[in-house]
């Protein structure tokens, strides 16, 4: 067998390659995949607006923080309703509520009706929306696929979401530029958008499930319910500390993308294409980090290459504060994207290995809590305190607070190590649940 061939039979039968043998799966990663790159345009023309609007970093922070905070609130109470309901049912009417917040911020910006307070809005509204999607969305892989290619397909996901994340900004670059002589240059961008919700609609009515849901059965309260999840997470060994690092992760270490728009106007001149290679090179380095994780053969050594990356995170982050230049800033861009998607990841495939199928939208609700409303708290946080010190000494805080907490949980990590690389106890007693 040559080499290219041995690497065609890896990548099939131990590697990534292993999810999409799923046809379900394969088919649900790519409308995914097409889905994101609108979410990326979007995302870009959501920015650069801001910008255009108010050329404030506190404001790009609160557009974000606005957004994350309404999905925050609202995962908790959809991550109940995901273990008790159809969550394919859930995914089909978020993305049609989606899909119509971007049609209607795409008329108001065609009939040039848009301002800062009405985009603030609407980025609320589409908040309460990704809120009752992010656990669906989150649950759904674990029952698409068997355990041992959770890795392979949590990665497959990660690769085509960062992917997206390259080209939707270059797609949202051409679309910004292409129409810039027009008053309403962000209206084609939005309404992209919400074209590409066609394709994971289709896709979401076609799929089934791999096997039977272990939807919770006892229904008794809301706050119960949510109770029940909290002391799963608190009783399972290692999980705590796990989601306490993950949550400063969040907070500290991948806010630096959403004030791109400020980084490449303020600091370095570049305007929107700047804002554009930017996001892009963050993107390409978050698809190599996601392949890496795609392709490991199981959970075993996942913890310590977690804080392997978090630590080279670390450097790049301050090393990204004191760019002396353009081209570099980009470089670390791409590092920092490799970074902590690698991180994040391998979390995400941690907690998803370590928990009962029962408990998994609550459980994920409360990840999706920790790692989605972290950036947006994290990236006010960050906005405000360089509107003060400035860019670099902003981006020198936030990197301290972390490795203060970085310094306290390796030293703690042996118990977690052991537990969060072994499948979920079945037998774990919980009250209320």
């Keep these: 067998m040559?080499?290219?061939?041995?690497m065609i039979f890896f990548l099939a039968n131990r590697g990534m390659g292993r999810a999409l043998r799923h046809r379900d799966y394969a088919m649900y990663a790519a409308a995914g995949w097409f889905s994101n790159i609108g979410l990326w345009v979007q995302r870009i023309a959501v920015s650069w607006l801001t910008w255009t609007y108010t050329g404030s970093w506190t404001w790009l922070g609160v557009i974000v923080f606005?957004?994350?905070?309404?999905?925050?609130?609202?995962?908790?109470?959809?991550?109940i309703y995901a273990d008790r309901l159809d969550r394919l049912s859930i995914a089909r009417i978020s993305q049609l509520g989606l899909m119509a917040v971007s049609a209607v911020l795409a008329t108001l910006t065609f009939l040039g009706l848009t301002n800062i307070w009405i985009l603030l809005g609407l980025m609320i509204f589409c908040g309460v929306i990704e809120g009752f999607w992010t656990p669906v969305r989150l649950s759904i892989p674990p029952n698409l696929v068997p355990r041992e290619d959770l890795p392979s397909a949590l990665g497959i996901s990660a690769s085509l979401f960062n992917l997206a994340s390259f080209v939707g900004p270059a797609i949202a670059g051409i679309i910004i530029a292409y129409f810039e002589t027009t008053d309403t240059q962000f209206g084609f961008a939005f309404a992209f958008n919400s074209?590409?919700?066609?394709?994971?609609?289709?896709?979401?009515?076609?799929?089934?499930?791999?096997?039977?849901?272990?939807?919770?059965?006892?229904?008794?309260?809301?706050?119960?319910?949510?109770?029940?999840?909290?002391?799963?997470?608190?009783?399972?060994?290692?999980?705590?500390l796990f989601l306490m690092l993950m949550m400063f992760t969040s907070l500290c270490m991948r806010p630096f993308r959403e004030l791109f728009a400020g980084i490449s106007d303020d600091v370095f001149g570049q305007g929107a294409d700047g804002l554009a290679i930017l996001t892009g090179a963050a993107g390409i380095g978050a698809v190599v980090g996601a392949l890496v994780i795609a392709n490991l053969p199981s959970v075993r050594g996942m913890v310590r290459l977690i804080f392997i990356f978090l630590v080279i995170d670390v450097i790049i982050q301050i090393t990204f504060a004191f760019s002396p230049s353009f081209i570099f800033a980009v470089i670390c861009a791409a590092g920092m994207g490799f970074a902590v998607t690698t991180a994040g990841i391998g979390g995400q495939v941690l907690v998803q290995s370590a928990i009962r199928d029962d408990m998994r939208g609550r459980v994920m609700s409360l990840w999706g809590i920790i790692m989605r409303g972290g950036v947006p708290t994290?990236?006010?946080?960050?906005?405000f305190i360089v509107s003060v010190v400035g860019f670099q000494a902003g981006l020198l805080v936030i990197t301290g607070v972390f490795v203060f907490v970085l310094l306290l949980v390796i030293p703690r990590s042996g118990p977690l190590i052991e537990r969060m690389e072994l499948p979920p106890p079945e037998d774990l007693k919980l009250p209320n649940s």
């Design 195 to 240: 074209a590409t919700f066609l394709s994971y609609l289709v896709v979401l009515f076609v799929i089934k499930l791999r096997e039977e849901e272990r939807l919770s059965q006892i229904e008794v309260g809301f706050f119960a319910e949510f109770k029940a999840g909290v002391n799963y997470v608190i009783k399972t060994p290692g999980l705590p």
């Design 378 to 383: 994290g990236s006010i946080i960050l906005g």
């Design 66 to 79: 606005a957004e994350g905070f309404t999905t925050t609130i609202v995962m908790p109470i959809a991550g």
């Design 2 to 6: 040559n080499t290219i061939s041995s």
